[in-house]
């Protein structure tokens, strides 16, 4: 036989154990040798919507969606003796089923899932770093199996603990330098600590999720637990639901149940990876996320029309990268921003880089004439130069390599206004004038930096994701009360042409999204969308506090569109 043919009966070989086995254990439910219990959520609740009523292999598995909370688990589940009857014996031929297969030994099938297991924790090596994590002393993987993914680790000279039931599977791992024990309270006993936590494949297999709250004893503040589960919205939801799998995650119900365990994530996505440390258990519980219920049942039913589910930005930038730079523009010992903090006041003309402030270089022109300050998000600053407009500043926000091409047309006396994470060569290039800087976010890490570097202060301005209401926020802090708001568009009229001719790099990804405003059909994007929401609750928040005289948008604007200029009076309310 070819050998493509044989790869060919291998695979029909391995659907057809496959099936078999499904039938076999579909069977011991049906007869009750595997008996079946109640399985109440996590939360507590009492509400159910059964949304499926076989897995991926066929097996009868009635999967429910809790209505107070969105987390979706098998309900009623196996015991746990008819668990761990089929984890000894049909678990891994069941999704492993070259172990029936038969063309290769039990033990060549063994070592090459231990090499898989390696690949996987060189890639979480990898991921450590990204996120500034460091390498830890002491590593540990809850349900190790053979030990693969801490290989890495050792070879790096960590010293490595795994929990691990399956005996054969930990004799394998202990003759390769791993320490394994049966269980967390083990561990606990033996006092110890580590750096970093592996829950790699695990938290859906737990049938009691508050178990999860019980690595905190293992862990110290400093410490972080890497966790990873296939998420709803990354693995379509017939393939996901499994025997094995007790619960299924989003990032916001996965948010949510590691909150309630103590845990504070530094990241988290979609596929549900994510990294947390330890601060504790919190009292009183905090709000179910009962909102997802509607986005995770639509996403099982595979809707096509649906209401888009409140995604969380995950940073384009590795830790790593921001810190860098950050740590290059503090041994520069860049003045912070509160030096200038409430320095100016009365009008400025802010630029972003919508097409219709194309039409307004003019305006823009007479208001810089008549004195008003401008001030240019730092892809708009080329496009000043070619309309002989002077910036008095000009602000950055990211690190993208494209910011580059904002800084090549430079003039002299602009005063600069960088977010610390601004890569270093820009810094270098607007050495010689005026440059202040600040932060994006609250970040404890951040301020050690500063405070390691010299600073006594660190001023923090957020602008969400956009540089156009970053902006915004920077004329506040500056003192400037009266806004003149040019190409924040938001909207376009044709998807040629986006941004404003000749602005330099690229900004977020333009994925049409049309939304009716008073039966006025307008072309926008999520996250326009999303920055307009942002300015109107940011201007609305500086009139109530006093600090916003008038505010006008130019051009052809969303913000417009949304909002008749009226402030909404709160006391007349
Ligand atoms: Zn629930």
């Not at 996403?299 to 810190?323: A, H, N, S």
């Amino acid at each position: 036989m070819e050998r493509s043919e044989l790869v060919a009966e291998w695979a029909r070989g391995k659907r057809e154990a496959s099936a078999a086995l499904a039938l076999q254990i579909a069977g011991k439910i049906k007869s009750g040798e595997y008996a079946v219990e109640d399985a109440p959520c996590f939360c507590g609740g009492a509400r159910d919507r059964e949304v499926a009523l076989h897995e991926r292999y066929g097996i009868p598995a009635r999967i429910v969606l809790c209505e107070e909370c969105a987390l979706l688990r098998i309900n009623p589940r196996l015991t746990a003796a008819a668990y761990q009857s089929f984890y000894n014996n049909e678990y891994r031929s069941l999704n492993f089923p070259h172990y029936l297969s038969g063309v290769a030994s039990a033990e060549e099938e063994r070592q090459a899932l231990f090499d898989r297991q390696i690949k996987k924790g060189e890639r979480l090596v990898a991921k450590i770093a990204e996120q500034a994590i460091a390498m830890p002393k002491v590593a540990l993987d809850v349900g190790c199996h053979l030990g693969g993914n801490l290989e890495p680790f050792r070879r790096l000279g960590s010293e490595v603990w795994g929990i691990e039931i399956d005996s054969d599977a930990a004799a394998f791992a202990e003759a390769r330098g791993v320490n394994v024990v049966g269980s967390i309270d083990e561990l606990i006993e033996r006092g110890v600590k580590a750096d970093l936590v592996i829950m790699q494949d695990v938290i859906e297999h737990f049938t009691d999720l508050r178990e999860v709250a019980k690595l905190g004893a293992v862990m110290t503040p400093e410490s972080y637990l890497y966790v990873f589960t296939p998420g709803l919205f990354r693995v379509r939801a017939a393939a996901l639901f499994q025997l094995a799998h007790t619960y299924y995650f989003v990032a916001n119900t996965l948010h949510w149940v590691m909150a309630e365990c103590g845990f504070n994530a530094t990241y988290i996505d979609e596929e549900c990876e994510s990294f947390w440390q330890y601060e504790g258990k919190r009292a009183p519980r905090s709000a179910k996320p009962a909102e997802w219920v509607e986005y995770v049942a639509d996403e099982i039913e595979g809707k096509d029309e649906r209401k888009m589910p409140p995604f969380g930005g995950v940073c384009k930038f590795t830790k790593k990268e921001l810190y860098d730079n950050m740590q290059k523009n503090f041994a520069r010992q860049i003045p912070d921003l509160y030096a200038i903090t409430q320095s100016r006041t009365g009008p400025v003309a802010i630029l972003a880089g919508g097409p219709s402030v194309d039409e307004q270089a003019g305006e823009i022109k007479r208001l810089a004439d008549s004195g008003v300050p401008v001030m240019a998000i730092a892809r708009m600053y080329p496009w000043c130069a070619m309309h002989g407009i002077k910036p008095e500043y000009v602000v950055s926000l990211d690190c993208m390599d494209e910011q580059e091409k904002g800084f090549v047309l430079l003039q002299p006396g602009v005063t600069y206004l960088l977010a610390a994470v601004t890569r270093p060569a820009i810094v270098e290039r607007v050495k010689r004038e005026k440059i202040y800087i600040f932060d994006s976010r609250d970040d404890v890490y951040v301020q050690k930096l500063r405070r390691e570097a010299g600073y006594t202060v660190c001023s923090v301005v957020n602008g969400g994701g956009s540089v156009a209401v970053l902006s915004i926020s920077l004329a506040f802090n500056l003192g400037f009360r009266e806004l003149h708001v040019f190409g924040m568009d938001l909207m376009t009229r044709s998807l040629e042409q986006t941004h404003a001719t000749g602005i330099a790099g690229e900004s977020v990804e333009v994925r049409p999204l049309p939304v009716t405003i008073k039966g006025e059909d307008i072309q926008t994007t999520g996250p326009w969308l999303e920055f307009a929401r942002q300015t109107l609750d940011l201007l609305s928040a500086a009139h109530n506090d006093g600090i916003l005289d008038s505010v006008k948008f130019y051009g052809e604007s969303l913000i417009n569109k949304m909002w008749d200029g009226k402030f909404y009076d709160e006391d007349a309310a």
